[in-house]
């Protein structure tokens, strides 16, 4: 089985070595670089890989990434595409020859897309850029689709234990993402995901009003069934909402996001947030102990490693310590540490709690 490696690259000498010793399972390894302006073509190179370089003018990612899918071979099985700011672990072909079936199409993947100060996961979600060679096109100048343009049924498959690992260059811009979106629904207005995605951006720009419109707009389209989706426009409303200084309007979106999609966690634990910050402690219990009875999560980008970690756990002790539960605190900071142990205030809101519950044994006594 003919494995190969495709991926673009522009400036990314300091991940070049890296990636091609994590890619360096495949048969061979594709890279157009779109105008480095310092070593990755030639560190690329003396590691063994094939580049081409060229100009995407105008920029868009749809077109950089099929011109670098037009580098591997047609006689290839397997395209695996990634960015060289990330890492596959070791064994990785292993797992996906062994899960990869005659007439498969595409894989899946656990992707790990950040990670917190302290080295453990941040948001975590399934990826599926891995494809056979034949039947596929990447489309929309950002956030592309690999879309599938080949003849019957796509089949997939998961590969169970390979991961893929995402390690961003903090200094590089994102500036370019705004106005491709809005290329992107501009020429593709029908498509829901691209407007889900412009009204996500305007919010991290703190376009508020921009971000609602877009959002709501989003909610009303009809191809927009996706319940995990629909959910995140609502929240990201609500979140608009607070930029505005609008509790109000983002405790009633957020009630929204709950009902549509009452199987997250991540939309309780915004309202639990949201109640913490406005010391309503019997509502932080509630609604905590709502987001910690749903137990399973999902493989989707939409779930946040907050709503998964330490953060539930953390809030509802508090809840519990400033309603004067002093014996349900103590348990759940203690839950808190099993998932956090080095958070140094988590060590010390429960150095806090043993204390208030060794002065009431005392005064007891």
Partial sequence: MKICVYAIAKNEAKFAARWAASMGEADEMYVLDTGSEDDTVSILRNLNVHVTEKTIDPWR???ARNASLALVPEDADICVCTDLDEVLEPGWRHKLESAWKP????????????????GSEGRVFWLNKIHCR?????????????????????????????QLNHHPDPEKSRAQYLPLLELSVREAPEDDRNTHYLGREYYFYRRWDDCIRTLTHHLGMPSATWKDERCASMRYIAKAYLGKDDPASAEQWLWRAMAEAPYLREPFMDLAWLKYRQANWEAVIYLTGLALAIQERLRTYITENTAWGSLPWDLRA???????????????????????PEKER???NKRLIDETLQNRALRGA
């Fill in 318 to 340: 508090l809840g519990f310590y400033y309603t004067g539960q002093m014996e349900k605190a103590h348990e759940a900071i203690d839950r808190a540490l099993q998932l956090s």
């Fill in 346 to 348: 988590l060590q010390e």
């Fill in 61 to 63: 990612f749809d077109a």
């Fill in 134 to 162: 034949h039947g596929y096109r990447w489309t929309h100048p950002v956030h592309e689709v690999l879309t599938w343009q080949g003849e019957g049924e796509e089949k997939r498959v998961t590969v169970e234990g390979m």
């Fill in 103 to 118: 007439g498969t199409a595409r894989a899946s993947y656990r992707y790990t897309w950040n990670f917190e100060p302290d």
